[in-house]
């Protein structure tokens, strides 16, 4: 089969990871395909090619490896011009000329991001990895990651460290060019739990991945760093259980392997006393290199992994080990099982194993992942069930139970509470608490109680930069008001200093004119100085401020006073309903009992209540409890066993439900969206609608899969406020949302006019809305119109619906209790 003679002298450079720049690789791909070979085909091309080589800083050694290679390739398999005018009817047009060549490059440009022969392709910059490998189409979309830090002089690839501690200074991210941090300071201390905040789209994701994925340059190698992305792929034919212990690969590997040596071991000793032939011996053999395989094959694996997510000159030394591995594991599988292994094979594997396999305490590594697993929710039941039957947030608590049993040096938590119950989220609050001593943790989530409960320090992630600060969440902001108070007023008398010198200045100037005095222009140089050092009289550590803490150029003498604004976050409007002119309940349900057909379990048993405009009424619970079921039966979607719900004619409703965000078309526009569900609005309608909710621009273009988590929120919030709706029924709306969002959201909620009916498992979320805040009865004002009616119900599965009197921090203290109780039985 003939090819090219550019594609066969492109793979011969990547044989020796030499890596050309774009407008090169066009050059030579136009000389090499439009050449007439002689009787001395590699003397032509040496000719053609070799000063373009060595001006792009190829070795000679290396340039003339390339072309004794190319010697041993060119029997008949190259395609040069002549050949290919030969077996057409007519020559080619510059134009088509220039498509070849244009193609060529592209194809050039494609085998540098990866070898063909590897397996589950990314992009060759650290894009996640995928199940398969992508189309040309698709990888053109993936984004391309470059994360890099300071160095010193003698670092080292390969640097390891007695530490644990991450101290990178100089790091620097961009995502397809695009900077999320520059010149930033990566500090994690040892066995210290952070809480990692900032708006939704800084990169706080980005920055994990890097760090998991060994993307970012001076990582320490021996620093075990796991996010919990990475293991949200599974095993579909395998039981929940299994899929966890399954995650400590290493554990896992040794087991296996010990199984088939006890296996095979065992089988030996039942035929060596019947038979005297080389049966056991194969056997063994056979054993030993199905083990030896899998080895290879793991190490093959890595070694991809390194080559698809690194890049540049790390890339280049990762594709070429790769190489190697492809080569090692090639040869390997060619061995004959029987003549390749030996008796010392055999006896290093088996001591190996075993040894390994003395120090892993099967029935505890079980217990745990039980533990772990009853603790998020699953029950004897469901850890024996195939992973294929769950989906959505059961998937999330799946892979959250994998990472919570890996015991990595580094523990990265994204949104960990989101599909969580507050029973789930007190459990996982107290594991991490008391369980992963030594570790270190970094959170990302929206739920401030859980952040407050379980960090020590928090880093903020804000201007292209990583501030610490030491202290939880709920204390930075203490302090950031603190300092913004302080600073405010600093900045305020130094306005009015500044006034009174400029005024100073501008009298003495006048009067210098005016009478020729020289000492008012003394005096006018002296204000000027005086004028030059205003700023802060002290460090941000409270030490005098000197001018050898101010290095380099500047404007000023002293530091200015800047106060730090908080960051905006898109409004968020809820349209007002129009009136009903009608004072009663506008909802009710009056002994309502429901089953689901075919079924004998209650879900709801003789409830009754009655919701008003301005009322807000929430439902408590665990997942499964049946507080979902409740609200369909509320809106329509299920007709109650008996009872019966009211509903004024003319109500409007707006339901949220909890999987509605996942229901939403993911090929379908917002735009387009709403503008199907509602035939007769208009295209400048439905816009401003968006903008009311904080999407605008192209955003409202987009398809729904290119769309952030928050975004989709917004999408789905603004397609059930649409029409006004009277009652809003909200069922986890918290979920993928970034907490300036949350506390716009519960802005935009606290002024609405109309009923809410609120799930969540957000904490602050439902205290902020169902109990009256202290400084709204300090700052408002006197009104004759009636309090908020709040109600909240406590539902819990198979027992009666009931009315909780006390506020919501009782009743998380209730449910604290009970999940603690069972935690520490469970430890005993």
């Known amino acids: 089969m003939t090819q090219p003679l550019a594609d066969t002298f492109f793979e011969e450079l990547a044989t020796y990871m030499v890596m050309l720049d774009d407008d090169t690789i066009d050059h030579l791909t136009g000389v090499l395909n439009d050449m007439t070979l002689s009787s001395n085909p590699v003397n032509d091309i040496s000719k053609a090619t070799r000063n373009v080589l060595l001006d792009a800083n190829v070795k000679e050694d290396t340039v003339q490896a390339i072309y004794d290679g190319l010697s041993k390739q060119l029997g008949g398999q190259i395609t040069t011009k002549a050949d290919d005018d030969s077996n057409n009817d007519r020559p080619k047009t510059v134009s088509e000329k220039r498509a070849a060549r244009l193609a060529a490059s592209a194809a050039r440009r494609g085998k540098k991001s990866g070898r063909s022969s590897t397996k589950n392709k990314d992009t060759d910059n650290g894009s996640s ?38 101290d990178l200074p100089g790091v620097n991210i961009t995502v397809n060019n695009q900077d999320l941090l520059v010149d930033a300071h990566l500090k994690l201390k040892a066995g210290t739990r952070y809480g990692l905040v900032g708006q939704n789209g800084v990169g706080k994701t980005v920055l994990m991945r890097c760090l998991a994925d060994n993307i970012l340059v001076g990582l320490p190698q021996n620093i075990n760093i796991l996010h919990v992305a990475q293991l949200q792929v599974f095993d579909e034919s395998t039981t929940v259980l299994e899929e966890v212990l399954a995650a400590d690969k290493a554990a896992a590997n040794t087991i296996k392997e010990g199984k088939l040596l006890q296996q095979v071991m065992g089988d030996q000793q039942a035929t060596s006393a019947t038979t005297t032939t080389a049966a056991p011996t194969a056997d063994m053999n056979r054993v030993i290199y199905q083990i030896m395989v899998s080895r290879s094959e793991d190490k093959l694996d890595m070694a991809n992994k390194l080559a698809i997510k690194r890049s540049g000159a790390r890339g280049r030394d990762a594709r070429k080990a790769l190489i190697e591995c492809e080569k090692s594991h090639a040869d390997l599988l060619a061995k004959d099982p029987q ?197 802060m009289e002290k460090t941000e550590d409270g030490k005098r401020f000197k001018v050898s803490y101010y290095a380099g150029y500047h404007h000023h003498a002293r530091v200015q006073i800047h106060v730090e604004q908080n960051v905006k976050t898109a409004a968020i409007k809820i349209p007002d309903p129009p009136p009903l002119r009608y004072q009663g309940p506008v909802f009710s349900m009056k002994n309502v009992t429901f089953r689901y057909p075919k079924t004998t379990a209650t879900i709801i048993d003789d409830f009754s209540m009655n919701v008003e405009l301005g009322s807000r009424i929430a439902f408590l619970g665990a997942n499964g409890s049946g507080k979902s079921t409740l609200l369909q039966v509320l809106t329509g979607h299920h007709e109650p066993t008996s009872g019966e719900v009211y509903r004024h004619p003319l109500l409007r409703v707006g339901y949220f439900s909890q999987h509605f965000v996942d229901d939403l078309s993911l090929e379908e526009t917002p735009l387009e969206m709403i503008m199907n569900q509602y035939a007769g609005a208009t295209e400048q309608q439905c816009r401003q609608h968006f903008g009311s909710v904080g999407l605008s621009g192209n955003v409202v273009l987009r398809k729904m899969k290119s769309l952030s988590g928050g975004q989709r929120n917004r999408v789905a919030l603004a397609m059930i406020l649409f029409e006004a709706p009277h009652v809003l029924i909200l069922d986890e709306i918290t979920n993928h949302l970034d907490m300036g969002t949350v506390e716009t959201l519960v802005d935009a909620l606290a002024g609405y006019p109309g009923a809410l009916v609120l799930v969540s498992h957000d904490v602050w979320f439902m205290k902020q809305l169902m109990e009256v805040q202290p400084e709204e009865i300090a700052e408002g004002q006197e009104n004759d119109e009636p309090g908020i009616k709040t109600e909240c119900f406590v539902v819990k599965p198979g027992k009666p619906i009931k009315r909780w009197e006390k506020d919501i921090d009782s009743y998380v203290a209730s449910v604290a209790k009970q999940v603690r109780k069972k935690f520490h039985a469970q430890r005993s």
């Open 129 to 166: 990895s995928s199940s398969s490998s992508p189309s040309p189409s698709n990888n053109s979309q993936e984004p391309v990651i470059v994360a890099t830090s300071q160095q010193s002089r003698f670092h080292s690839e390969t640097l390891e460290t007695s530490s644990t501690e991450l």
């Open 339 to 535: 003549t390749f292994i030996t008796a010392q094979d055999t006896n290093a594997i088996v001591s190996q194993v075993f040894e390994q396999l003395a120090l892993i305490d099967v029935g505890e590594r079980e217990a745990k992942a039980r533990k772990i697993l009853l603790g998020l929710g699953f029950d004897q039941e469901s850890q024996g069930r195939p992973v294929s039957t769950f989906s959505g947030g059961w998937r999330m608590k799946i892979a959250l139970a994998k990472s919570l049993f890996m015991d990595p040096n580094i523990l990265l938590l994204d949104e960990p509470t989101n599909h969580l119950d507050l029973p789930a989220i007190i459990w996982l609050q107290e594991y991490i608490l008391n369980e992963t001593e030594g570790q270190t943790i970094v959170i990302v989530s929206h739920d401030r109680d859980f952040l407050d409960t379980v960090t020590e320090e928090t880093i903020i992630f804000r201007d292209q930069k990583l501030k610490y600060h030491a202290g939880n969440y709920e204390d930075y902001e203490r302090n950031t008001e603190e300092q913004r108070v302080r600073k405010q007023a600093l900045k305020d008398a130094m306005e009015r200093r500044k006034k009174h010198i400029m005024a100073s200045i501008q009298h003495n100037l006048q009067q210098a004119k005016s009478t020729g005095d020289d000492k008012r222009l003394n005096q006018v140089a002296s204000r000027q100085k005086k004028l030059d050092r205003l700023g």
